[in-house]
């Protein structure tokens, strides 16, 4: 790269916690960084699941390069071993932390495409010669193009859920009844006429369907005439109630305990071996889930999907990449993150070298580097743009030098907690963040 490009920003792209977590590292180093944020607010994905409570304290959902920016402005740390919320983790740090970036945080930003200047992707002649440019799309319609050194992609995957089919793909009458699905976590201080009173399926596994039935079967979403299905596509639940007590995450464990002690009480039916094929019309508004086997859930008034979430790679179309075919991620991450193989805590401590795509100066950070794999959690991005922002900056011997320590479990497939905010949250929480509001049963979240 020439002289001049050199000293060109480096974008990145998401202004959620490991987005702006990166804009601190750059900084820290003196690095010039634009922050390209979609939503109208920062951390706007963070915002959008506000009210989730995290399973990780706020010990785990600070980056120490944004404590140290944030540091002079007179902002003070959260109690260490408190769980927030996704609003608190907003109004308490990521708030403050983008006001601190200043001018460097752009929102109404959306990317819509990253390429080499004056390359499309077939162009191989002198592509590491040239900047990046990334064309965003401003609120009006405008489009304007951002040159760039570098790209830390840290956009996340909350925007593109996967549908309820198990093939990957919307099953039929899935798009005309969107009215009747949520792919997320309901809201209790807002969801009870939505669900009270109501049957509502949960598809999915993981943590964050183990916080939907929490929801559902707590007060004000459960009354004494709700009825809560719990469809499954494996054939038996399994490890589908997670770690337990085996969890060093004691609220992700504590929401498995919590869902089987629902189960056992008749407040949930199980429905195991449930491949969703069909969404079809019922009396009364209702509607009937219609599975593979010729199974039907009947009479259905609301769908909860939790089946997880899968990378929007189609803005990187112009651009170089070595993603695992499977996983969407990384390919030498790939081997590391397998949920098949491993757990958020047996994920191997990872950096720039492993996050680098071919196009080089192009990196995947936070959820987005994980592709469609669940197990991510907060402190694994801290310290990929730790990597990242001090290889960018030349530092090699920090850059290399990467360590992590994470919490473990046998299981992880997502996300955490509801409850009331009092220090019962240690009994509720998920991978980096859950929805919260006040229930008899306590539970707990994840990170974009």
Not at 43 to 54: E, P, T
Not at 84 to 106: C, F, M
Not at 236 to 245: K, M, T, V
Request: proline fraction near 6%.
């Amino acid at each position: 790269m020439s002289s001049s490009s050199a000293e060109l920003p480096v974008v990145v792209i998401g202004s959620g916690p490991i987005g702006l977590a990166a804009a601190a590292e750059l900084v820290g180093r003196d690095q010039p960084v634009v922050v390209l944020e979609q939503g109208e607010h920062t951390a706007a994905a963070v915002q959008s699941w506000g009210h989730v409570r995290l399973f990780s304290t706020w010990a785990e959902l600070v980056s120490p390069a944004a404590a140290d920016l944030l540091a002079p402005t007179g902002w003070q740390a959260p109690e260490s071993d408190r769980y927030p919320t996704g609003a608190e983790w907003v109004s308490a740090y990521l708030a403050p932390l983008a006001d601190a970036l200043g001018a460097r945080v752009r929102t109404g930003a959306r990317v819509i495409g990253v390429a080499r200047r004056d390359r499309d992707l077939l162009v191989e002649s002198g592509r590491d010669a040239q900047p990046f440019m990334v064309h965003v799309e401003r609120p009006d319609g405008s489009i304007e193009r951002v040159a760039a050194r570098a790209v830390i992609d840290a956009s996340g995957t909350l925007g593109r859920p996967n549908p309820l089919g198990a093939e990957g793909y919307p099953v039929a009458g899935e798009s005309a009844h969107a009215d009747r699905i949520l792919y997320g976590m309901p809201n209790p201080a807002a969801d009870a006429t939505v669900y009270a009173g109501r049957k509502t399926v949960v598809v999915g596994s993981g943590a964050s369907a183990l916080t939907a039935l929490i929801a559902l079967t707590s007060e004000p979403l459960h009354t004494n005439d709700s009825r809560v299905v719990w469809a499954l596509r494996r054939g038996q639940i399994g490890d589908s109630y997670g770690g337990g007590e085996a969890d060093e995450l004691p609220a992700r464990g504590a929401l498995g305990v919590k869902v089987r002690q629902a189960v056992d009480a008749g407040l949930i039916e199980v429905v195991t071996g449930f491949r969703t094929t069909a969404i079809e019309d019922a009396a009364h508004g209702q509607v009937v889930l219609v599975g593979g086997d010729g199974r039907r859930i009947d009479d259905v008034d609301q769908v909860i999907g939790v089946t997880g979430f899968r990378p929007d790679l189609s803005f990187l179309s112009e651009v170089l990449l070595d993603l695992d075919p499977r996983l969407q991620a990384p390919a030498r991450l790939a081997p590391g993150i397998d949920p098949n193989v491993h757990s958020c805590g047996t994920v191997q401590p990872h950096g720039h070298d492993v996050l680098a795509q071919p196009d080089t100066g192009l990196y995947l950070a936070g959820l987005k580097s994980y592709g469609r794999a669940p197990s991510f959690l907060a402190m694994t991005g801290f310290e990929q743009v730790r990597s990242i922002a001090a290889a960018l900056a030349g530092d090699l011997e920090a850059a290399n030098a990467v360590q992590l320590r994470l919490p473990d479990t046998g299981v992880c497939h997502g996300a955490g907690l509801f409850d009331d905010d009092t220090d019962s949250a240690a009994s509720a929480g998920g991978c980096c963040g859950t929805p919260a509001g006040p229930q008899p049963i306590s539970i707990g979240a994840r990170a974009q």
